[in-house]
RNA sequence: GGAGAAAUGGCAGAGUGGUCGAAUGCGGUGGUCUUGAAAACCAUUGUACGGCAACGUACCGGGGGUUCGAAUCCCUCUUUCUCCGCCA
């Protein structure tokens, strides 16, 4: 949520740079404005009325201690009708707050100076690309055929328990899940990502802190008797860990890291981005979370550009860096960078990460804030985060490029995570 | 799931209708003293909104109510603890 002084003092800004993000909002600054000017005007109302109230009521007591009772009952009937009049004011002030606070919320972050223009995927901006492209045998397959070929992952099996989208991975399929999460658990540790085991189901509160809700409700799986959200990302409840705190400014940089199963209902899309791996319900992934000072969250950003690089690199995977433009980038990010690795057996470039910096907005959500050392003033941090990694497209993409007559080979660096170095 | 008890500032803990944004202790910060540190002593120490400021307003788990006036009384929800039941 962008915060109000914001708006307030960069009109102009905040609608040239909505622009980029394909989106008028002309009308609904103005709308918050106005909202706002009331507010202050109603508050500023009620808060004389309560003000009088409470002197009167002090008289009160004081005249009632000193026997005064005729007087007493005087101020008394004063103070029934300006009770009356705070109350209204206040009933105001409730719906006014609420119809500024549902305006709000539809305002999505304000993109990053470098934030390229463009309506969808194809005008994001490749800004590297790297890893050498494997070269496959004449018999290779698409990682689903070799799923089946090698019985590591079974799609029907979990059809049939589930529904579709639910995997079920067998012998060297669930230890290949298993071996990648440790390493990119111990990786991530390594760069000072402290390890986090969170819950995978969350409140409200949680959800509507990181902006998955209200706007994406119906992606997530709600457990209705409970009134609980099923994570679409470990995201969620690591960031929520710091909703509501103060943190000062020498707590940074706070970095998490965390292993999630992700559950994702995915409405809406089908055809075959969906085949296999590609598009699931159910997945598994480790997540980097990162708060930080905001002179310091770009920075902080590279690093974990870097970072996520870095462990693509290691499993010798080819890949490409992508810079989103404004119609790519989500309701909450300033900037996104989205790591995508080349799938030979598919001819298909998969994103595997997704790194954001969400500047203040996920922050004024949380009411996370900081104070810098010394002062007395809060400040909104910033929050980021990034997927270090997402398994089931490195796994298809492992799968197809690793493929060979004999078997799929396992990364070097898995290998020990692994305990084989093939499936056959 | 059943029965009972509780929820107050960073923590501990007092406060049962007005003088309470809240005693006291611990912790934090600044200072005095000291070569330095400790101890002692002094001061200071919640958040938000409005206001140039003085200051005003709100917040004692959340919501609602009674009252001229609520941390304090009532209702309700949530959470925690104890006991019982069930259970990985």
């Not at 007087?71 to 409730?94: F, I, P, V, Y």
């Not at 980038?329 to 954001?356: C, H, I, M, P, R």
Request: charged share 25%.
């Amino acid at each position: 949520m962008l915060t109000l002084k914001y708006i307030q003092e960069n009109k102009e800004e905040a609608i040239a740079k909505l622009k980029i993000k394909n989106l008028d909002a002309t009308d609904i600054i103005a709308d918050i404005l106005a909202k706002d000017e009331g507010r202050k005007r109603t508050q500023k109302e009620q808060d004389e009325s309560l003000a009088v109230m409470n002197s009167i009521s002090k008289e009160v007591g004081q005249l009632f201690k000193t026997g005064k009772v005729e007087e007493a009952n005087k101020a008394k009937e004063k103070s029934g009708q300006l009770k009356e009049q705070a109350k209204n004011l206040g009933q105001k002030l409730t719906q006014i707050e609420s119809e500024l606070h549902n305006l709000l919320v539809q305002l999505p972050n304000i993109p990053h100076e470098t934030v390229p223009p463009g309506k969808g995927e194809d005008e994001n901006v490749t800004v590297r690309e790297a890893g050498k492209m494997p070269e496959l045998h004449s018999e290779a397959m698409p990682h689903w055929d070799l799923a089946k070929k090698y019985d590591i992952i079974d799609f029907e099996l979990g059809v049939k328990i589930t529904g579709a989208g639910f995997p079920v991975y067998k012998g060297k399929g669930a230890k290949l899940q298993r071996a990648l999460i440790n390493f990119f658990l111990n990786e991530n540790e390594k760069a000072g990502f402290t390890e986090i085991m969170p819950p995978l189901v969350v409140n409200e509160a949680s959800g509507f802190g990181t902006g998955q809700l209200p706007d994406k409700e119906g992606q997530m799986y709600h457990v209705g008797i409970d009134n609980l959200y099923l994570i679409p990302t470990a995201e969620v409840p690591v960031t929520n860990i710091y909703r509501d705190v103060i943190l000062t400014s020498k707590d940074f940089p706070v970095k998490h890291t965390a292993y999630s199963s992700c559950f994702r209902r995915e409405a809406g899309s089908y055809g075959k981005d969906v085949r296999g791996l590609n598009r699931l319900h159910q997945f598994e992934k480790v997540e980097v979370v990162a708060i930080e000072h905001p002179a310091k969250s770009y920075e902080t950003l590279d690093s974990m550009v870097k970072h996520v690089e870095s462990l693509i690199q290691k499993l010798g995977l080819p890949y490409r860096l992508l810079r989103l433009c404004g119609g790519d980038l989500s309701f909450t990010s300033a900037l996104t960078f989205d790591f995508e690795v080349y799938a030979a057996g598919q001819d298909k470039w998969l994103e595997v990460s997704s790194v954001s910096n969400f500047e203040s907005y996920q922050a004024n959500r949380l009411k996370l804030r900081f104070k810098e050392e010394g002062q007395k003033k809060t400040q909104l941090a910033h929050t980021l985060n990034g997927s270090a990694l997402a398994l089931p497209r490195i796994v298809a993409a492992i799968l197809e490029n690793y493929q060979t007559p004999k078997g799929i080979k396992i990364p070097d660096e898995l290998i020990k995570y692994c305990g084989f170095d093939i499936i056959n």
